[in-house]
């Protein structure tokens, strides 16, 4: 029997010796912990942040209202840049080793003197006005001259006309050259 009660004491002392370990330990941490009061803090990062947000929606409201503004003056300088390019005859003279006349369509690669005509017609009579025109506006002054005009195709002649409106005799002539003269 003496050994039956040993063996309840051998499950007892270390459950016990364990609650009172925990106890302690519970006791002896909580009683170290130190509470960090970040408040102060907080609040100081809380006031920069509404200040930079208050920034940021200012400049977002200069932004817009400069939008309009700023749109208008780009178009604005984009179209005294454009209207300013002068054209230099001597310039595409060494290039193409002929005299080119300001504003002559044929230069454009698949344009000769009838389509030239019809584009004139049209009011389309200059390479500015070639530029700007859309390919398939060309395609239709085409079309309107009959079966003759509507095997030609004037996917690159907005381009070409604004190498010459630009004054970019070189690439131009490098793009013919390379294209086999206006043939893709």
Sequence with gaps: ?????????????????????????????????????????????????????????????????????????????????????????????????????????????GIGPKIEGMFKEAGIKTWKALSEASVADCQKILDGGGKRYQIHDPASWPMQAKMCYEGKWEELLKWQDKHDHGKL
């Design 1 to 109: 029997m003496n050994f039956e009660n040993m063996n309840i004491w051998c499950w007892l002392i270390p459950l016990l010796v364990g609650v009172i370990c925990g106890i302690l330990g519970y006791l002896i941490g909580k009683g170290n912990s130190t509470v960090i009061d970040n408040s102060a803090d907080l609040k100081i990062l809380q006031d920069k942040n509404s200040k930079l947000q208050a920034d940021l929606d200012a400049c977002n409201k200069k932004v817009s209202a400069n939008t309009n503004l700023g749109a208008s003056a780009a178009s604005f300088a984009a179209g005294a840049v454009a209207a300013s390019i002068p054209f230099d005859g001597a310039a595409a003279k060494a290039v193409f080793g002929k005299t080119i006349k300001q504003d002559d369509l044929k230069v454009v690669e």
